[in-house]
């Protein structure tokens, strides 16, 4: 059992046991793992409930940037569960290329058929992911998909959020705990800007650029040739007032295809795009019957 290195408070603690109870009534697990903070507790606790009936697997496709994939291995090699990699091929599906409002869906079933069949061969083990409570209040069309998949979803289950995720990996002294959030690549792109591997790669190289010339959060947005970067609002300064930096980051955004680059003056904001439709969603959630 991993040991708790700080206490928690009462809520999350329960939570935690919890936690801990539900993965190990599931006796076979199949962790569908993205290396986030969600599904890397997941995948700890099944590894520590389950030992060696526990495993993830990983779904690999351009929308994964590779140095997340690299994390996502390393993180895996830590925890010390048993970590696998599928060739998922969404961006073969129109319904997912395409990039409509439920794009999400598309990838999610795309994974969750090869999830599906690998869990199988495993002695029939359950499919579990990272969704928390809070995704539920989203737009995630994703989340359907899993349903129907037969995907189980525990901290979602519990009612366990984001922030009591970070608290509980926190106290095991995971260090991953205050990663910051990275949807895959495809979430750059507005809906109905088609997206290719090309464009997914280019997307990649931008961010990395950034995450590499120290800025550890960042979200290149893409309409067209055009880059807008999010950064946090800490950090807009720091561009604004270096002429040098700024001559840095239009020389490689330039070199490597775009026409322009700009910086958001709100700052970095997680899920920009689903702004509309997490207000539709929530209409529709509060509307009188």
């Not at 993180?75 to 060739?87: F, V």
């Not at 409570?133 to 525990?154: C, K, M, T, W, Y």
Request: proline share 5%.
């Amino acid at each position: 059992m991993f040991r708790q290195l700080e206490p928690l408070p009462e809520v999350e603690q329960q939570q935690l046991n919890a936690l801990r109870s539900c993965l190990k009534s599931l006796n076979q697990v199949c962790v569908a793992y993205s290396g986030g903070v969600d599904s890397t507790l997941i995948a700890t606790i099944a590894r520590e409930q389950l030992e060696s009936h526990a495993f993830a697997v990983t779904g690999v496709s351009p929308a994964l940037a590779p140095y997340l994939l690299e994390e996502a291995r390393k993180q895996a090699d830590w925890i010390g569960i048993r970590h696998q990699e599928c060739i998922t091929k969404e961006l073969q599906d129109p319904a997912y290329s395409s990039n409509p409002v439920n794009r999400c869906f598309a990838c999610k079933k795309e994974l969750h058929s090869h999830l599906k069949d690998i869990a199988k061969a495993a002695k029939g083990s359950q499919v579990v992911d990272g969704v928390n409570h809070d995704d539920l209040n989203e737009h995630r069309p994703g989340i359907a998909a899993a349903i129907q998949a037969g995907v189980r979803s525990p901290l979602a289950e519990l009612k366990i959020g984001k922030s009591a995720v970070r608290q509980i990996s926190k106290s095991l002294g995971l260090p991953w705990w205050d990663k910051p959030s990275q949807p895959c690549l495809s979430s750059r792109f507005p809906y109905g800007e088609s997206i290719t591997n090309k464009r997914l790669i280019q997307v990649s190289k931008a961010e990395e650029w950034l995450i590499e010339n120290g800025f550890k959060e960042v979200r290149v947005r893409i309409q067209g040739l055009s880059a807008r970067i999010e950064l946090p609002e800490n950090q807009i300064k720091e561009i604004i007032s270096n002429e040098l930096r700024r001559r840095q980051i239009v020389t490689h955004f330039l070199d490597i295809g775009f026409t322009s680059v700009s910086l958001d003056l709100e700052g970095l904001v997680s899920g920009k795009l689903n702004r509309r439709e997490n207000v539709k969603q929530s209409q529709r959630k509060n509307k009188p019957k």
